[in-house]
């Protein structure tokens, strides 16, 4: 039991900072795909 104790918690936090980035990438590729064009342009931003 207290082996569980002990790798559980390492395992989840490599697991964590394995896919922290490509997750965080694809979070930001996804809003830029989705953004409100339209909108930006009328507002005279880029």
């Known amino acids: 039991m207290w082996v ?3 790798v559980w918690p390492l395992v989840i ?3 964590v900072a394995a896919t922290l980035r490509p997750v965080k ?6 809003q830029y795909r989705h953004r409100d064009v339209e909108n930006i342009d009328k507002s005279g931003q880029q």
């Open 13 to 15: 936090v490599g697991a």
């Open 25 to 30: 990438a694809l979070m930001i590729a996804l």
């Open 4 to 6: 569980h104790m002990v």
